[in-house]
């Protein structure tokens, strides 16, 4: 069996002394794992850093197996990005995030699409922290745990809706927030589509959200975390905000 | 007819087991390194046996950077010729190693022992880095230079020092990344090529 795709590096392990096991995120075929020749060596290196868009050719005897890529580099996105320190710190995180919440062989074409929009604008600092917080509101749409923002889980209204119910996932206003507002979540304007404009204390918002959601309906029924690299990823981002 | 381990001594096959758990040797190459170290006992094997036993009594970490060295601290940390107005930080003695080989710092190093990677569970309390601002905050130090592979691990973990480094009173520097001695253009990766753009300089 044998497919060719584009796809985004996760991931890469070593693998014995001179070869690695990467992880890569393809549109036509979900995070799929797979040997890498030579992955340890100095012509593989540059390529199999996360983040880095390649052209990846999969070959194994049978479906199942773990079998082996072929990869070319099409866009060195973290030899880009490696001086900045906010942009790759987001470069990690979304990765992280993608490696953790896939499932394996399962393809998911729209966070494929929507990952390449973040990983290509992660030099704009403008414009990717909120783009990260849509990646990720994205992604729990595409796996099944979608987010109910267009109204309020308490009175229904569509006006005035400020808060996220951490047990519905569900929207809730201002007026029916306000008893609980300690325990809800914030509910940025821009994740609801309302607004274009985000500023960074508004994507901080959104990826407490997110990640809130993605721990909870994602990672803990399977045992996991969110990533570390996400974590270092707010911590970093709150530093900038303050 | 092919030689099962039923056929070898258990000493010797102790010996091959042992060897083929070195970087670069599988069984069949410890097999001759083991039959090469046999017949050659006197000149190889005793003095390589007596070596090793006392390089694992000797060796150590010096307390000070973390190159492996007999003494403590190291020869590089104790060699008053050295600038110790500059530390060079490096993942692993290889790269310590490298760097001395290419005669490149005459300073002294300090040796992280690893990278922060969040994928296999490296964080910064794994890494030596409390004694590395320990010595940055050392009055007569000047200068840290970031000597950190040009990966995103690698990255992540200077810009995470550079973080915990910026109360002290030292510059901070980084190798910087381009074009290699005897390197073509045509040859080189693109991200290579993107970063030795970026960090062009005045001809």
Known sequence: MQFADEA???SARPHGEAHAVV????????????????GQGRRMQPVLQPGNGVRAEWKGRLSDSLGHFSLELVNARAAALMQERLSLAGLSAACAVAAACLPEREAHARAYHAMSVLLDNLDDAQVWPALMARWELGLLAELGFGLTLDRCAATGTRENLIYVSPRSACAVSAEAGEPYKGKLLPLPAFLRGESAE?????????????????ETRILHPAGRQLPEARARLLELLAKTNN | MPTGKGQIGPELQRLIDLLAKLPGLGPRSAKRAALYLLKKREPVMRPLAYALAEAADKVAACSTCGNWDSIDPCAICADAERDGSVICVVQDVGDLWALERAGAHRGLYHVLGGLLSPLDGVGPDDLNIGRLVERAR????????????ATVDGQSTAHYLSEHLAGCAVALTRLS?????????????EGTLAAAMKTRRPA
């Open chain 1, 8 to 10: 985004v590096v996760l």
């Open chain 1, 23 to 38: 992880e890569l995120f393809t549109p036509a075929h979900g995070r799929w794992a797979g040997l890498v020749y030579g």
């Open chain 1, 198 to 214: 985000a500023s960074l204390a508004d994507a901080l918002d959104a990826l407490k959200t997110t990640g809130y959601f993605i």
């Open chain 2, 138 to 149: 050392a009055e007569s130090v000047k200068e840290v230079v970031l000597a950190l592979p």
């Open chain 2, 177 to 189: 990344q381009g074009v290699p001695v005897g390197g073509e253009l045509d040859y080189l990766d």
